[in-house]
């Protein structure tokens, strides 16, 4: 079985060299596409960051170098601390706290379930996640708006509901963020979950363990590297949210649900302002990178 | 090439101590690849096939919605026209579904490449001046000085598309003016004798306090506010107000934003004093983007609102045919004229915009470009875009024309305003500072900031879009 591959490399002059070329091969078409398409936009935005490029006027033509003057404008007004406020507000309380807890306790629940209830559970919670973002959002808009089903639902239990959108904007859309996200984190718990050798709990049910305990000093730290890698995942994609926020709120009213994306948006594209735009946009992909550092570290140490 | 290519000193230095063999090795390759691929990609920009003289194409970009069809209806008969005309050029319509701003940004990312700009595009009379700075327009005077039917434009349609160097870029469709619309039988319901028009601000909260009375469900009378209707804000709510008092956005003169006026505060008084009392939509509808197609379409055929600030431009939504058909209105709708904040000369307050046609700077084929232009506004093209979207009219042929006058029952009235009318100060800042007068009536209706402090928000805000030195106190 080793012979005829064995007789090629030896007739070769640098036999490891090439192997370990032609091993690469199959990977770089992907690096050449994400070079061109992921990394080529990410270095232009951060050139633009330091332009007064716009979608119109003399700078559209001719932009000029303005150094740090982009980021230096977000410390001095208003709307770019409350924004990075928000992004924080959004994805802790819609990602880290309510996809990600929501999402173990559904699957633990399910595992110890009737098998009949948690798959009408897992159903229904998946609908949303498989649901494209821009139909899940216009279902969430219809249910929050001031005539939409959570009022109508309210009124026929004679209670007077709020103008949701406009009165709890970010409620709001921490609520629907939470109802389309809570999925991905379920599936992930559930196979975490399944992974969990039954020995152990079994040993840990001898020795007197308590439901908490088990939960606390066996499954939790059993399930550790589960638990940082979702936790990177959903918190970079909540970062990312924008059409969820845009058709429910377009970050009103008055900014108060204006996230980092959606301040960044407006900025490039209702203002054309691209150079601000991208600043923001650059300080959101810096943002991002430090949770993935974060998460990266927190992996390391699960496995030592 | 207006994107700015990515300067060599920003490209990564990575630190060669580190690299593995292994690791050099498939950079090595992968550098070898990305040329390769490099070279490919550039033979595939390279012209395939020279292009056949006769096969032409021109690219035509404009907006089209489920209200607003009249532009796509008349672009299609002057491509069927334009093309019988001239064999073997084609003229490919991309209509962008789309709202006024978002129509806007769509427009100029095209622009930015030669690839994918427009031969000929709609573009909107306030962003012909920025847009002309930043090099999307070819200058039309050329063409135009040999185009005979130029002559029929009014001159305050030939001014529309100047731009700071004194040359034309752009030619009008139409036009429009700013006026009250109110239901009559509303007005009556409430005492109110029709035809009714307001000879100060107080008169209109004085009639919209009496509907009010007479039935507290009503919204008595309707001002844009907010950003979210955008433009509409400020053409049909807030500079209604601010040209009324006097004061004004900008000093053409002096070249200068007014900052500190006692007239912004006052209009912004009216519009918080119009919400507070719940004489307007609630602050949530106001917020709505979609608020003026429950204006046109619901609240007043229903005889649920008394009045709204609106366009000329009003009937095209009701007239058969329109997006929110409602026979009734000619006899059930009035109009009258926004008045002046005490009733000072002249007497009443309208803004005009309007839509223009004109060639991208970037079009290979200029001639024809400019070719299809003149036939799409050519005298009966004009005719039927400015009935089917209730355009005031910019050639004096079309105005005079009966079918133009019998277009609907209010052509007369909204065509008077012309002589009261402002327009919007169409410098490049103006989409900026735009933003901020809606930011500061989003602040005053929303009750987050008094129209004081709104004031002052917006002052500083225009002292750093434009600069210290752009700013003047009045």
């Keep these: 079985m080793l012979s005829p591959e064995r007789r090629v490399s030896l007739g070769s002059r640098r036999p490891g060299v090439i192997r370990r070329r032609l091993r690469l091969l199959p990977v770089l078409p992907s690096v050449l596409l994400l070079a061109l398409f992921l990394l080529a936009p990410v270095a232009w935005s951060f050139y633009a960051s330091f332009t007064d490029v716009a979608l119109s006027g003399k700078a559209a033509r001719d932009p000029s170098w303005l150094g740090l003057d982009n980021y230096a404008r977000m410390f001095s007004e208003p709307g770019f601390p409350l924004a990075l406020w928000l992004t924080v507000v959004f994805v802790g309380a819609s990602a880290i706290a309510g996809q990600n807890i929501l999402g173990l306790v559904l699957a633990l629940l399910m595992a110890r379930g009737n098998r009949v209830l948690s798959r009408a559970v897992g159903v229904a919670v998946v609908a949303a996640w498989v649901l494209p973002e821009i139909v899940a959002a216009f279902a969430a808009y219809a249910y929050f708006s001031r005539d939409g089903t959570l009022n109508q639902l309210l009124g026929l239990a004679g209670a007077h509901g709020a103008d949701w959108l406009y009165a709890f904007p970010m409620a709001a859309v921490v609520l629907a963020n939470i109802w389309r996200g809570t999925a991905f984190s379920m599936l992930v718990y559930r196979a975490a979950l399944a992974d969990v050798p039954a020995d152990i709990m079994e040993a840990a049910l001898m020795d007197g363990a308590g439901g908490r305990q088990r939960l606390f000093f066996i499954t939790l730290p059993m399930i550790r590297n589960s638990i940082a890698g979702n936790l990177m995942l959903i918190t970079l994609q909540t970062l990312a949210v924008f059409t969820l926020i845009w058709v429910m709120t377009t970050g009103g009213p008055a900014g108060a649900s204006t996230t980092l994306p959606v301040l960044a948006y407006q900025e490039a594209f209702k203002f054309g302002d691209i150079g601000y735009g991208t600043a923001v946009a650059s300080v959101l992909i810096v943002v991002g990178m430090v949770f993935g550092v974060v998460y990266v570290r927190l992996l390391r140490e699960a496995k030592q | 090439m207006t994107t700015p290519s990515l300067p060599r000193k920003t490209l990564p230095h990575r630190t060669e101590a580190r690299r593995t063999p292994a690791r050099r090795a498939g950079l090595r390759a992968g550098s070898a690849l990305l040329a390769a691929i490099a070279l490919l990609g550039l033979s595939a920009c390279s012209p395939a096939a020279p292009q056949g003289t006769e096969a032409k194409t021109l690219k035509v970009v404009y907006q089209k919605t489920d209200s607003y069809t009249a532009l796509d209806d008349v672009l299609k008969a002057a491509k069927a026209e334009f093309e019988a005309a001239n064999q073997g050029v084609t003229v490919k319509l991309e209509p962008i579904q789309a709202n006024d701003d978002d129509y806007g940004t769509k427009l100029a990312l095209s622009q930015r490449s030669a690839e994918t700009a427009p031969d000929v595009f709609y573009e909107d009379t306030f962003k012909v001046r920025s847009d002309v700075d930043a090099g999307y327009l070819l200058k039309l005077d050329g063409y135009l000085a040999q185009w005979d039917e130029w002559a029929s434009f009014t001159d305050a349609a030939k001014a529309a598309g100047r731009a700071d ?194 060639v991208g700077a970037k079009s290979k084929n200029p001639d024809l470009a400019f070719k299809f232009l003149s036939t799409a506004l050519n005298r009966k093209n004009a005719l039927s875009f400015d009935v089917a979207n209730s355009q005031i009219a910019v050639r004096s042929d079309v105005a005079a024309d009966p079918g133009y006058q019998a277009a609907n029952p209010f052509v007369k009235d909204v065509s008077s305003l012309v002589g009261v009318t402002h327009f919007r100060p169409a410098t490049a800042d103006y989409p900026r500072i735009s933003s901020a007068v809606q930011e500061a009536t989003e602040a005053v209706i929303t009750g987050t900031q008094t129209p004081a402090e709104a004031a002052a928000a917006y002052d500083a805000a225009v002292r750093k879009i434009v600069g210290g030195d752009k700013v003047i106190e009045k």
């Excluded at chain 2, 006097?246 to 006026?261: A, P, R």
């Excluded at chain 2, 008045?339 to 803004?351: D, E, F, L, N």
């Design chain 2, 165 to 358: 160097d004194g040359g034309i870029y752009a030619v009008p469709l139409g036009t429009d003016t700013r006026a009250i619309w109110y239901n009559k039988t509303v007005l009556q319901k409430a005492g109110i004798a029709v035809p009714w028009q307001p000879k100060t601000w107080d008169d209109i909260l004085a009639a919209a306090r009496r509907m009010k009375a007479a039935d507290p469900t009503l919204v008595p009378f309707n001002m844009y506010a907010g950003k979210a209707t955008g433009e509409g804000t400020v053409m049909q709510g807030f500079y209604q107000l601010l040209y009324g008092t006097g004061s004004t956005l900008y000093d053409e003169q002096e070249k200068k934003w007014v900052v500190g006026s006692r007239g912004f505060t006052d209009s912004l008084q009216f519009l918080k004093t119009l919400y507070d009392e719940k004489l307007a939509v609630t602050p949530a509808e106001a917020l709505d983007a979609n608020v003026w197609k429950r204006v046109f379409g619901e609240w007043l055929p229903k005889g649920r609102m008394g009045a709204t600030v609106e366009g000329s431009y009003t009937p095209s939504f009701w007239q058969k045919g329109g997006a929110y058909e409602w026979p009734g209105y000619t006899k059930d709708m009035g109009v009258a004229m926004f008045p002046t904040q005490h009733g000072q000369a002249p007497g009443g307050v309208s803004m005009s915009g309007g839509w223009t046609l004109a």
